[in-house]
């Protein structure tokens, strides 16, 4: 198991931003694609966003296109989420996935193997 650890989340109002972290320790995650992911309550997990290894490829879901930015930052061992204009319906719990590849694998849970723990995200006012 991968040590994978997310933070950033936290309770922020509708229109507001947060930026979630997923880093690694005791391992690169050079070799790795990294996704986001969410699960709200009595939903399936689904893709957010995902990245290949050198940051070359990026996706997104369509409900966070032009609002969710992805990036990482090797040398900080570390892959981010930048989220604006958040939404009620963003709310869940928020988790990265690292999967070993050259290539951006497709954005689904079942495309990575090592996971973090997660960190909650509530949208509210």
């Known amino acids: 198991q991968l040590p994978l650890v997310e933070s950033g989340g936290g309770l922020v109002q509708p229109g507001g931003s947060l930026r979630l972290s997923c880093a690694a320790s005791g391992f690169t995650l050079d070799d790795y694609a990294i996704g986001w992911f969410r699960q709200a309550p009595g939903k399936e997990r689904e893709g957010v966003s995902c990245i290949s290894s050198f940051g070359r490829r990026t996706n997104y879901a369509d409900s966070v296109k032009g609002r969710f930015t992805i990036s990482r930052d090797n040398a900080k061992n570390t892959v981010y989420l930048q989220m604006n204009s958040l939404k009620p319906e963003d709310t869940a719990v928020y988790y990265c996935?690292?999967?070993?590849?050259?290539?951006?694998?497709?954005?689904?849970?079942?495309?990575?193997?090592?996971w973090g723990q997660g960190t909650q995200v509530t949208v509210s006012s």
């Open positions: 996935a690292a999967y070993r590849a050259a290539y951006l694998p497709p954005c689904t849970s079942t495309a990575y193997n090592y």
